[in-house]
């Protein structure tokens, strides 16, 4: 079983609807929750953190953690082509030592 | 400028050869990683260092060595590079003292083949 585990799509998504992304992890000792977002050819950058239970909202993102379920997910209200992109959800272990990314998933939104 | 900067972004070797990958970063930051990309595997961390006489394997280290010359820069070499090694190189730096969660600061990443 991989530490943290994502569907790796693409998921196909109309513009102005609602993506959702999920991931789960193996740690149930995890500490803190990252989606980092990347296009195609660069480099991954930080979207949202979450580390308690619940909703964590930032604009069109919200981020919500279930630690019980070791479930944590992004969605992504009225989707822009310009949120086309490969989304990273990655967790900081127990030991807080190092963060473990899962292997993306690609969201394509269609015009 | 940017504040984590790789050299250099595109490189063609062969078979055998040993090559280096530089990071240099001014966030100053106690912690760097460097991560190689694959399609479809995500980001696999190489190597970690969370300050500068601190150098940890992480979970594919094997082939590769590292080097912590100072706080700012991570290099990381190839001894004797072979195709599986093929892959997209990213360096990045961390610091959770300062901005809480431990948000990873990437550069714009290293394209290697070998041939």
């Known amino acids: 079983q991989k530490e943290v585990e994502q569907n790796s799509g693409p998921l196909s998504v109309p513009e102005g609807a609602i993506a959702s992304l999920n991931c789960t992890y193996s740690?149930?000792?995890?500490?803190?929750f990252f989606w980092y977002r990347q296009y195609s050819g660069k480099s991954p950058e930080l979207i949202m953190f979450?580390?308690?239970?619940g909703d964590k909202e930032d604009g069109r993102f919200t981020a919500q953690l279930n630690k019980a379920s070791q479930y944590v997910s992004l969605l992504i209200r009225d989707s822009q082509p310009s949120d086309s992109a490969t989304y990273l959800c990655a967790v900081l272990n127990s030991s807080a030592s190092k963060i473990i990314f899962g292997s993306g998933t690609r969201l394509s939104i269609r015009p | 400028d940017a504040d984590v900067t790789q050299t250099p972004r595109n490189r063609i070797t062969k078979t055998g050869k040993r090559i280096m990958l530089e990071c240099s970063q001014t966030?100053?930051?106690?912690?760097m990683y460097w991560y190689r990309q694959d399609p479809g595997l995500g980001l696999r961390l190489i190597y970690y260092s969370f300050d500068v006489k601190d150098i940890n394997k992480g979970e594919i280290s094997d082939g590769y060595s590292v080097s912590r010359q100072a706080q700012a820069k991570f290099s990381l070499s190839l001894e004797s590079a072979i195709p599986n090694q093929t892959a997209l190189y990213f360096c990045?730096?961390?610091?959770?003292?300062?901005?809480?969660?431990?948000?990873?600061?990437f550069g714009p990443g290293t394209r290697l083949l070998v041939l």
């Open positions: 966030k100053g930051h106690d912690r």
């Open positions: 979450i580390y308690s239970n």
């Open positions: 990045a730096t961390s610091d959770p003292e300062r901005g809480g969660p431990e948000t990873q600061y």
């Open positions: 740690d149930r000792g995890s500490q803190s």
